[in-house]
């Protein structure tokens, strides 16, 4: 496959306008230049410095986020999903970009722990905290800083979570633990960014991922088996036909033929569970304040001191677990209740 005539596919830009067009009409998305410079570097065509520092950055970026993975799962036995993986599926040369390095936890105190080695070791000044499903809750953390250019290069992301797969907060539940072969395990990623967006065409990275995952086997019907499994069947199929509009589905036709037979009974669960369950939207922190390091601390502990203000208290921030503006009542009587807390330590 011609990635690079895929690209002007799929960035609907005419050859002969040539690669700089190609690279104006990629710079609509952040990460999209990153991939297409690597692609137009591989066909040798001509680039000044610039540009090829641009890459070079990205590429440093994509290393950096590489290594850090490989340290943390040393250290604390979380693992990389999506971004990650999937880039390891590109031919040779090509950057897939990586927005952010995705990394799921097997519990909490290794999520913590990761947390902390990553606020430690990096110049963190964001760091997001989300509560996802009920009883046990899932807990997913977001720390972001900035690159060496801040305002021409995109800022480092990490997430990271306890919940491999988040679901949709309704008829698609929270799903901890993602078992398969590897490739299996991307496409199941695949399908799971498109849960939330169904109605808005993958773009070009997300066909590029499956262009990938059509240079390993698959079985069919157990890949249709664990798709289904976890709940992704209408995702997985509805992603194939969109690629196989603009690439060869190779060993994942046969796949896409298997899922027919799963998307009714999905189809049905979901029904049901629309009728019955109520909806569970993930909380989200506000920041109340940064702390020192709790380093003995193996999970976050969840105050209530009334319905109004449910304080959530991590190992590197406390938060508000409510939707509250600077200066809201609820952000006041907040941190009244974390001096409270504070005195009776």
Do not use: K
């Amino acid at each position: 496959m011609n990635t690079t005539a895929l690209l002007y596919r799929l960035l609907d830009t005419d050859p002969a306008d040539g690669p700089a067009e190609l690279l104006h009409r990629a710079r609509s998305c952040r990460h999209l230049p990153h991939l297409v410079l690597s692609a137009l570097v591989r066909d040798g065509v001509r680039m000044g410095e610039p540009a090829r520092a641009e890459l070079r950055r990205a590429r440093d970026r994509a290393a950096r986020y590489a290594r850090l993975a490989a340290d943390l799962t040393r250290a604390t036995g979380v693992r990389a999903i999506r971004g990650l993986p999937l880039a390891g599926h590109y031919p040779a040369g090509l950057l897939r970009p990586l927005d952010a390095l995705e990394l799921v936890a097997p519990d909490e105190a290794a999520l913590w722990q990761a947390v902390i080695r990553v606020v430690t070791d990096h110049p963190v000044e964001h760091i997001d905290v989300s509560l996802l499903g009920e009883r046990p809750h899932h807990t997913a953390v977001t720390v972001e800083w900035p690159a060496e250019d801040p305002l021409v290069d995109p800022w480092y992301r990490v997430r990271l979570s306890t919940a491999a797969l988040p679901g949709d907060g309704s008829t698609v539940p929270v799903r901890p633990y993602l078992v398969a072969d590897e490739p299996v395990e991307c496409l199941i990623a695949l399908a799971e960014s498109r849960l939330l967006r169904p109605a808005l065409a993958p773009g070009p990275v997300t066909l590029l991922d499956v262009a990938g995952l059509t240079g390993r086997p698959f079985e069919p019907a157990e890949t249709a088996a664990v798709l289904a499994a976890y709940r992704l069947a209408p995702e997985a199929a509805a992603l194939l036909d969109r690629a196989a509009d603009h690439l060869p589905l190779g060993p994942l036709g046969p796949v896409r033929a298997a899922l027919t037979r799963e998307l009714a009974p999905e189809r049905r669960r979901r029904a049901e569970a629309a009728a019955t369950a109520p909806r569970r939207p993930a909380r989200h922190g506000t920041l109340l304040r940064r702390t020192v390091i709790r380093h003995t601390w193996n999970e976050a502990r969840l105050l209530t001191p009334d319905p109004e203000t449910p304080l959530l208290l991590t190992p590197v921030a406390d938060y508000l677990l409510a939707p509250a503006a600077v200066g809201s009542p609820s952000r006041g009587a907040a941190l009244r209740a974390l001096r409270h807390w504070d005195a009776l330590r």
